[in-house]
Structure formats: C-alpha cells, structure tokens
C-alpha cells in the first residue's frame, strides 16, 4: 500500500473549507487538516507577491491521486494552483488502514 499527502494552498477560509469538505465527501480524501494562516511569498506575471492564505494537509490513498488532483483542480480559484504530492508507505497502522478504507469507499462507489 502507498498513501499521499496532498498540499495546496488558497486564499480565504471559505474556500478552503469547501475544498476540504468536496474531497472528504466524496472519498478522494480520508482527512484534511486546514492551517487557517500562512503567509506566503512567491513570483507571479514577473512580480514579487505577497499573499494570506490557509494550508490544506490532504490525506489519501496513491490509488486516487490523479482523480484528486484533477478534482484539487476543478475546485481551486486559482489559476494555477500549487498541488504537491508527498508519497509515504509508514505511519501508525491502523490509521493507514482507516485511510485505506475511508478512501477505498470512492472506489466502490464508483462502480
């Protein structure tokens, strides 16, 4: 078995709020952790940019990364959202079994 965690950053609480509860909902994640404050800096259109923005902690299964991505995607208000892919395969072993299961019900409902 090989689990992820997904990170992605965007602008207000609300928004984050909605991404986290899509993903849970629909079993493309089994938890996601918001950090509500971040501040970041980045280059955007060739400027130095300064931002507030929360941090979402996604975690889930390797088996539905790219249907989680793409959905990260379809659901950001970004134009190009920072999605990043962190693969682990240990962790406490009930808690990756709940992930397993928590995430797997996405595959079954897709049948």
Do not use: Q
Request: hydrophobic content about 40%; glycine content about 2%; overall charge negative.
């Amino acid at each position: 078995m090989s689990y992820i965690i997904a990170l992605t950053t965007i602008g207000g609480m609300e928004s984050a709020k909605k991404i986290a509860k899509t993903l849970v909902d629909e079993r493309l994640a089994a938890c996601v952790n918001i950090i509500p404050y971040v501040k970041s800096f980045y280059v955007w259109e060739e400027k130095t940019t300064e931002d507030d923005e929360s941090l979402l902690i996604i975690k889930s299964d390797e088996k539905v990364k790219e249907k989680l991505i793409n959905r990260i995607k379809e659901l950001h208000t970004y134009t190009l959202p920072e999605i990043i892919i962190i693969n682990f395969n240990d962790g406490l072993p009930d808690y990756l079994k709940w992930i397993s299961e928590s995430v797997r019900r996405s595959e079954d409902r897709s049948k």
